[in-house]
């Protein structure tokens, strides 16, 4: 069942529901921008972690290099160490 609605009501109602669709624009925008700075930051934050693996992964390798080579001298130690003992008994 329709009722009148006088011109005054009818201007402050249209008014409400403009207020509001502007409000929801601000939010929107607003939504938007910091959604772009995000953006911007994440990308950021991307780059300079893609540096830091880049640096670990060259780390790990030196790291594999290290206990390779630390490996070899473990191994080889004793054998090092008793040629220079019979290279002097040798020489006395």
Known sequence: MASEVTRE???SRVGVVEREVEGEKLVT???LEQTRRNSDDLSAVKTRLDR???K?????????VLRRTLDGLVRDLPKIVSDAVRGRERKK
Request: net charge negative.
């Open 56 to 64: 670990v992964d060259g780390v790990a390798q030196d790291v594999g």
């Open 29 to 31: 925008r607003h939504i």
């Open 52 to 54: 830091v693996e880049r």
């Open 9 to 11: 009501e009818f201007e």
